[in-house]
C-alpha cells in the first residue's frame, strides 16, 4: 500500500482509528533477530532526521512509529516520558522519531507535524506528544477539522494548514522514510524501534530498554 497525498483526501471523511488493524501489527515485546547495523541505520534519508539528545551519545534509538498507532501512544504516554528523563536529558541517549504510517491520515499528521515544526526538535516532538494525546479525538471521526483545530494551536492559520497538507514533496520524502524502513530494515509493525541497531518491537516499559540502553553505558 502507498500512502499518498491523493488517498489521504479521497478518504479523509471516513477514516476512524484502526485498533483492530493496528492491534494485528504491534505486538508489545521484545524482539529476537532482526538487528541493523548502525552505519545503515543512519543513512541520510529524503526526510532529515529531527532528534532529541546530544549528537554525541553513546546511544542512539531510532523509532518506527504511526501517529493512528494505539501502541505507539501508550509508548509515548508511559515509557518516553522516563526514557527522556533518564537518558535523552543527561545526554545518554539520542532519540530520533522516523514516520512508517499504517495509513494515510497517520501520513497526514506526520506530513503536517514536518511542516509546522520545520527543523525544531523541541517544537516537533511536543506537537507529536499533543497528537497522540489527542489521537482518539482526531483519528476517530472528523480528521480534518480536528487535526486544523490542534495545527491552529500551534499557531498555524487554515492557508498555511492547507498549503501543508497539498505539500507533494513533503509525502513523498515521508513516503521514502517508510519504503526504506519496509524493504531494508524489515519493519513491520509500530512501534519498533533500534537501539544501537538492536531491535525492539512493540511498546515496552522502560525496564526493558534499559536491559539494552545500560550495557553500552558501562564504562562511559
Request: hydrophobic content about 45%; proline content about 6%; some cysteine.
Amino acid at each position: 500500500m502507498q500512502i499518498t497525498r491523493r488517498t489521504f483526501f479521497l478518504s479523509a471523511s471516513s477514516v476512524a482509528l484502526a485498533t483492530t488493524a493496528i492491534g494485528a501489527f504491534a505486538r508489545p515485546a521484545l524482539a529476537d533477530g532482526g538487528n541493523v547495523p548502525v552505519a545503515d541505520l543512519m543513512k541520510p534519508s529524503a526526510q532529515p532526521d529531527i532528534a532529541l539528545g546530544d549528537a554525541k551519545a553513546p546511544v542512539t534509538i531510532v523509532e518506527y512509529a504511526s501517529m493512528t498507532c494505539p501502541h505507539c501512544a501508550h509508548f509515548e504516554e508511559t515509557t518516553f516520558p522516563e526514557l527522556k528523563k533518564r537518558y535523552i536529558d543527561t545526554g545518554k541517549v539520542r532519540f530520533i522519531l522516523r514516520d512508517f504510517p499504517l495509513d494515510n491520515l497517520a501520513g497526514a499528521v506526520f506530513v503536517l507535524e514536518h511542516c509546522i515544526a520545520k527543523d525544531d526538535p523541541e517544537k516537533y516532538y511536543t506537537l507529536v506528544q499533543t497528537f497522540f494525546r489527542e489521537q482518539r479525538t482526531w483519528a476517530v471521526e472528523k480528521p480534518v477539522p480536528a487535526l486544523m483545530a490542534i495545527a491552529k494551536q500551534a499557531g498555524v492559520n487554515e492557508k498555511d494548514f492547507n498549503a501543508c497538507l497539498t505539500n507533494q514533496k513533503a509525502w513523498d520524502a515521508m513516503e521514502d522514510v517508510r519504503q526504506r524502513a519496509l524493504k531494508e530494515f524489515k519493519v513491520d509493525s509500530t512501534p519498533t524501534f533500534f537501539v544501537n541497531g538492536t531491535r525492539i518491537t512493540g511498546a515496552v516499559p522502560i525496564e526493558d530498554f534499559a536491559k539494552v540502553i545500560d550495557p553500552y553505558l558501562k564504562g562511559g
